[in-house]
């Protein structure tokens, strides 16, 4: 059985970060960063805004700004099957 992973690539999902820098609520001019990794979709990443709206709504670090990173790992128009096999001493 393919892993939860794998079979979410194969449906256009993939890897993303998230570097988000917020303010700490006792010291607001000192700043923290936390970094979010979940499998998403771009360009929309409902998942990294499901997890933003969370942060806003329950947590009391104030965001300052958010970087993000996306990787396409995997889609089925990349997997190709090997006709020939050559091998070399």
């Known amino acids: 059985m393919a892993s939860r992973e794998f079979r979410r690539m194969l449906e256009g999902y993939g890897l993303t970060t998230a570097n988000i820098f917020y303010r700490l609520p006792d010291h607001p001019a000192i700043m923290q960063s936390y970094i979010w990794?979940?499998?998403?979709?771009?360009?929309?990443?409902?998942?990294?805004?499901?997890?933003?709206?969370?942060?806003?709504?329950?947590?009391?670090?104030?965001?300052?700004?958010?970087?993000?990173?996306?990787?396409?790992?995997?889609?089925?128009?990349e997997i190709s099957l090997v006709d020939k096999e050559f091998r070399l001493h």
């Open 37 to 77: 990794q979940e499998y998403d979709l771009q360009p929309e990443f409902p998942q990294l805004r499901k997890f933003l709206d969370f942060w806003q709504r329950s947590l009391d670090g104030r965001l300052h700004s958010v970087q993000v990173a996306h990787s396409g790992l995997i889609r089925p128009a």
